[in-house]
């Protein structure tokens, strides 16, 4: 009884959300931001979103796939790194693994001897982008699915392969699709990988919410429709992670279709999403899809560059850098040294950041970046303008977190403030920067 109460009591000890602190390796993966997720498979050749696992091997039969491409083109939209589907519900691998035959292995491509993992991580490697791996849980295809003990085997077989022969993996993606009532042991799953991968941010949904290092937004929209903290109660104890937000290039499709063009997002609907994932402190995820060919279509290349240079536009001019002197405190929010950071007094539960410019600055959006690696603390704040002597709220708002975008109609202010309203202990404001949207 005794022994019961203390360990019952251990369990409950720094269970305060403010005091729950990301590990490195997830702050490290919040300051990627951006990645992309690639989708190509059999479903590609027979215009589906979900295979049912009984396409024959040999309708893959890409007769230009550029890995290359698909990279290049990610990384101009602005991603950071690259997750490659390895494997999705129809049960068909994209690397030539030991495990199945329903693989690359049985399909005419480079008559059975590619390896579009390999080939897929050697060009992020080449472009100085991260790699990652999805490996759906739900096999559609796959006789083994139907014993859950052989199928764990299997798909920890699978694993194995993808987290010995690849490299470092900046992300694993754990998906419940389709998974309803099936039992899988992700405890030994988790464990596993984590041998040969102990840094990969392990991305899960509610269906596996022990497991993930991140977790799912809730939607395929591409919005965080909520304030974001980072700290969630996973079941009675609490736990540092952050949400993804996964949302396809073409609306609704995560593969490519045949004369699919008028669902492709306007470089505005992408502009959008990224204010409302990356701007509300979420990791973006955007749905990349090779055509038939194995090539991204060029309206899609082009799109990716026209979003990449919309946000690098917007991003051109941070009118707070004509601040006038600051003290060397306030300056380390100025800085964009992502290792600096203004310290609000020790203790404090509310402050001002004070900035003031010596010609009147016209801005319209504001970018405000907490350091995380102490935890999330800022609860409340307001950001306001001197505008003709007088002090004008333009934003105020709840979580900063990773990054906050506010936006606002355009001011013109000698003077700005950032006015921490409420947090937890004093806060810790890496950047504040203000933009006039082109
Ligand atoms: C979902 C899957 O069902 C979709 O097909 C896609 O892979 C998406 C990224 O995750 O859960």
């Known amino acids: 009884m005794v022994l019961s109460l203390i360990a019952g009591a251990s369990l409950c000890q720094g269970q305060n959300f403010s005091e729950v602190k990301p590990s490195p390796q997830t702050s490290e993966w919040q300051d990627l931001e951006f990645g992309v997720i690639i989708h190509f498979g059999t ?4 215009d589906r979103e979900w295979g049912d696992g009984t396409a024959d091997p040999k309708v893959f039969n890409p007769t230009q796939a550029d890995p290359e491409q698909w990279v290049k083109a990610a990384k101009a939209a602005g991603a950071k790194y690259v997750v490659m589907v390895a494997k999705h519900h129809d049960g068909f691998a994209l690397w030539p693994t030991g495990q199945t035959d329903y693989s690359i292995k049985n399909s005419p491509w480079k008559g059975g001897k590619g390896d579009l993992i390999r080939e897929t ?6 472009y ?36 010995s022969n690849y490299g470092n993996l900046t992300e694993f993606w754990l998906d419940g699709a389709g998974s309803g009532g099936h039992v899988y042991d992700f405890k030994k799953i988790i464990e596993e990988l984590r041998v040969s991968q102990p840094n990969v941010q392990v991305f899960a949904d509610t269906a596996l919410f022990e497991y993930g290092d991140i977790r799912w937004v809730g939607n395929e929209a ?14 009675g104890y609490l736990r540092w992670r952050p949400v993804e937000v ?34 509300r402190g979420g990791q973006l995820m955007l749905g990349l899809a090779p055509d038939s060919r194995g090539l991204l279509p060029d309206a899609d290349v082009r799109r990716l560059a026209e979003f990449g240079d919309a946000v690098r536009k917007m991003h051109a001019n941070d ?15 100025f800085d964009d040294d992502p290792d600096t950071f203004w310290s609000a007094p020790a203790g404090s539960h509310a402050s001002t950041l004070e900035v003031a410019f010596a010609k009147p600055v016209t801005f319209d959006r504001a970018e405000t970046m907490e350091w995380l690696n102490d935890g999330q603390h800022v609860q409340e704040y307001a950001i306001d303008a001197m505008e003709g002597g007088t002090w004008k709220t333009v934003a105020r708002s709840y979580a900063i977190g990773h990054k906050k975008v506010d936006s606002f109609p355009a001011v013109t202010a000698t003077k700005v403030r950032l006015r921490i309203i409420a947090s937890s202990s004093e806060a810790h404001i890496r950047e504040l920067r203000l933009y006039r949207t082109p």
């Open 43 to 46: 479903n590609t050749f027979l």
């Open 121 to 126: 991580s050697d060009a992020a490697k080449k």
């Open 128 to 163: 100085g982008l991260g790699f990652g791996v999805y490996l759906s849980p739900w096999d559609r295809h796959d006789p083994r699915y139907s014993d859950a003990a052989a199928y764990d085997k299997y798909y920890l077989a699978l694993l194995d392969e993808l987290s």
């Open 222 to 235: 591409g919005t965080i429709p909520f304030q974001n903290w980072n700290v969630i109660d996973r079941h």
């Open 246 to 279: 996964d949302t396809p290039l073409h609306k609704l499709h995560w593969f490519w279709h045949p004369n699919d063009e008028a669902t492709l997002k306007s470089v505005d609907e992408l502009v959008k999403t990224y204010e409302e994932s990356v701007g």
């Open 319 to 333: 009118l707070a850098k004509q601040h006038l002197t600051l003290d060397a405190n306030a300056k380390n929010a």
